[in-house]
């Protein structure tokens, strides 16, 4: 499945004041492996797009670890209920492995789309994107088996099983890993 950014490569490619913009919001950054970005309980003022690179966003629910997304490359990630509400969030950001980011701060991004219509237009068809996302895994986890969940998840990001512990995997699913072993075979 593609990204966002390759979803949209005709419109970033024939915007080169758009490019010239973006990246000077950017600021590249790397961070080793399990590394914590962000911590609940505080304001989220950065958006991640990922170079190279695995990040998951996850919470702690009576001291279990759940995980509720994960980003690779060309992908972006945030605790996005703080990101956009500017309020304390409940989700941790943590490097699977080691990360290369391009980091860009609410404040700049926010200052980016205000300055230009055409700009907070690609920022509301980002969202749009977000949304939808978010909309299909709530949909996943309400309305498919977990058979079927892991088969989405093969078929959108297959390269996430190789790169990504079956405890995570697992959790992600909202199965046992033990459920996951039997998934899998």
Do not use: W
Not at 43 to 64: H, N, P, Q, T
Not at 106 to 119: A, C, I, R, V
Not at 121 to 126: I, S
Request: proline share 3%.
């Amino acid at each position: 499945m593609n990204s966002f950014f390759e979803q949209h490569a005709t419109f970033i490619a024939d915007n080169p004041k758009f490019i010239e913009d973006f990246q000077g919001i950017m600021h590249y950054e790397q961070h080793p492996k399990n590394t914590i970005l962000h911590e609940a309980g505080k304001v989220c003022d950065y958006m991640y797009l990922i170079i190279s690179g695995i990040a998951r966003v996850f919470y702690f629910i009576e001291d279990k670890d759940v995980s509720c997304h994960f980003a690779a490359e060309q992908e972006t990630f945030t605790a996005i209920d703080s990101f956009i509400q500017r309020k304390k969030s409940k989700y941790f950001v943590e490097a699977l492995e080691d990360l290369e980011v391009f980091k860009i701060a609410h404040s700049d991004l926010e200052n980016l789309f205000t300055s230009t219509p055409k700009y907070e237009r690609f920022g509301r068809l980002f969202l749009q994107q977000l949304y939808i996302d978010l909309v299909e895994r709530l949909d996943n986890l309400q309305l498919k088996t977990a058979q079927e969940r892991y088969e989405i998840l093969l078929e959108k990001k297959p390269y996430l099983i190789q790169r990504i512990t079956s405890k995570h995997i697992a959790s992600y699913l909202g199965v046992t890993p033990e459920t996951l072993s039997r998934i899998k075979k």
